[in-house]
Nanobody
Framework: QVQLVESGGGLVQPGGSLRLSCAGS????????MAWYRQAPGKQRELVAS???????NYSDSVKGRFTISRDNGRNTLYLQMTNLKPEDTAVYYC????????WGQGTQVTVSS
């Protein structure tokens, strides 16, 4: 049974930074292209960044240059380092596979506000 647990969210001022973590069980991250998604109130869930089996990373235009996705194979954990945060980054952030998403975790709330 796959379980994804996101953490690290919080309230931060514009320009601040946060590091999100996603711990997984029942799914080996190193064998899947993993991704971070986010869903803002009243909006659809959107893809933020992905990390492939070969360690290739991709980012949405809205976060390129500000966010960095990484993976720790030993800990089976996915990270999202977020810098220069903007109010429009406010959302619940989730991790999952890029293809054939597994059951979603509870997500972690990121709020960017002064």
């Amino acid at each position: 049974q796959v379980q994804l647990v996101e953490s690290g969210g919080g309230l931060v001022q514009p320009g601040g930074s946060l590091r999100l973590s996603c711990a997984g069980s029942g799914l080996r991250f190193s064998l899947n292209t993993m991704a971070w998604y986010r869903q803002a109130p009243g909006k659809q869930r959107e893809l933020v960044a992905s990390y492939s089996v070969s360690s290739t990373t991709n980012y949405s235009d809205s976060v390129k240059g500000r966010f960095t996705i990484s993976r720790d194979n030993g800990r089976n954990t996915l990270y999202l380092q977020m810098t220069n945060l903007k109010p429009e980054d406010t959302a619940v952030y989730y991790c999952n596979t890029l293809v054939r998403p597994r059951p979603w975790g509870q997500g972690t709330q990121v709020t960017v506000s002064s």
